[in-house]
């Protein structure tokens, strides 16, 4: 279960790129998309610190005789 610790940094990085992407489209006047494309950076965002917290309480169990 090793991957849970990078999955959670794949989310980051996906948020990251849709809010470039986001603000590009909103400079270019195509509001809809951009307002898309910001939704999806929210889920991102959502999803890395729902997945860290997953991570951690998966980990805490393990640690558990």
Do not use: D, H, S
Request: zero cysteines; proline letters at 2%.
């Amino acid at each position: 279960m090793n991957y849970l610790k990078f999955t959670q940094y794949a989310y980051l990085i996906a948020a990251i790129l849709f809010a470039i992407e986001a603000f590009n489209q909103y400079k270019a006047g195509e509001t809809n998309k951009a307002i898309i494309l910001a939704i999806f950076t929210f889920v991102g965002i959502f999803m890395f610190f729902f997945r860290r917290n997953f991570a951690r309480k998966f980990e805490e169990r393990n640690k558990k005789p």
